[in-house]
């Protein structure tokens, strides 16, 4: 069954402070890999976008990574703001001539002063 | 302004009361999406369409239409609502190729009581 699990559910920090995020997925054929952030009440925004070939991608403070062959990838936050403050969301596109992407539930970070 | 629309961004309506969701798009985007968000779950795609009059079922299609008349336009429509679509609804829109990023709008939150 092609699925994408997020861990942690939440996670609160403080400001300053790094985390990282974690996202596993069972999806075949595999396309490639984006990072959303969500804020409350808005569309999912992209981060950032990986292709087999690709394990690392940056954006600003954000550093994603991926393994292809253990299927995971990490979100890495650096020096955290208090607007980092969202969900964030991993997500898979299948190789299968369509266009079907399949989401995490998402990880809730809470960036505290 | 690139950007996504959809209206009415909030709506309550009754059981079996027809509705549409519009959503439109001026980056001239060929592909656009529908997805549903609900607590605890990631978002799931109800229609997608790779172009004009080209249209397909996501992964939970059930109680749901779409159309594709043109390239801007991409109405969801509610032909009996019922309780369990009260959600969250985001159109997303991109350029065809698979790695293009998806832009989303910015949500409509649906009550059917």
């Known amino acids: 069954k092609n699925q994408v699990e997020q861990s942690p559910q939440s996670l609160i920090i403080l400001e300053g402070k790094n985390c990282t995020l974690q996202?596993?997925?069972?999806?075949?054929?595999?396309?490639?890999l984006r990072w959303y952030k969500q804020d409350t009440g808005r569309g999912p925004v992209s981060l950032t976008i990986m292709t087999f070939s690709e394990n690392t991608k940056s954006n600003g403070r954000y550093t994603a990574t991926l393994d292809a062959d253990t299927k995971q990838s990490s979100l890495h936050i650096t020096a955290s703001q208090l607007s980092d403050s969202a969900s964030y969301i991993c997500?898979?596109?299948?190789?299968?001539?369509?266009?079907?992407?399949?989401f995490g539930a998402g990880t809730r970070l809470f960036v505290k002063a | 302004e690139a950007q996504v629309t959809q209206n009415p961004r909030y709506l309550i309506t009754v059981t079996g009361k027809k509705l549409t969701v519009t959503c439109s798009q001026n980056m001239n985007h060929e592909y656009m999406s529908w997805y549903r968000q609900d607590p605890g779950l990631g978002l799931r795609q109800i229609y997608y369409s790779m172009n004009v009059e080209v249209t397909d079922k996501g992964d939970v299609p059930e109680g749901y239409k779409v159309s594709r008349k043109e390239k801007r336009n991409f109405p969801l429509i509610l032909e009996s609502p019922s309780p369990n679509q009260t959600s969250l609804y985001f159109c997303a829109s991109s350029h065809r190729d698979r790695g293009q990023t998806q832009y989303f709008g910015p949500g409509t939150r649906l009550l059917v009581l």
């Open positions: 996202c596993n997925y069972t999806v075949s054929p595999f396309s490639n």
């Open positions: 997500v898979v596109s299948r190789d299968t001539g369509g266009f079907k992407t399949i």
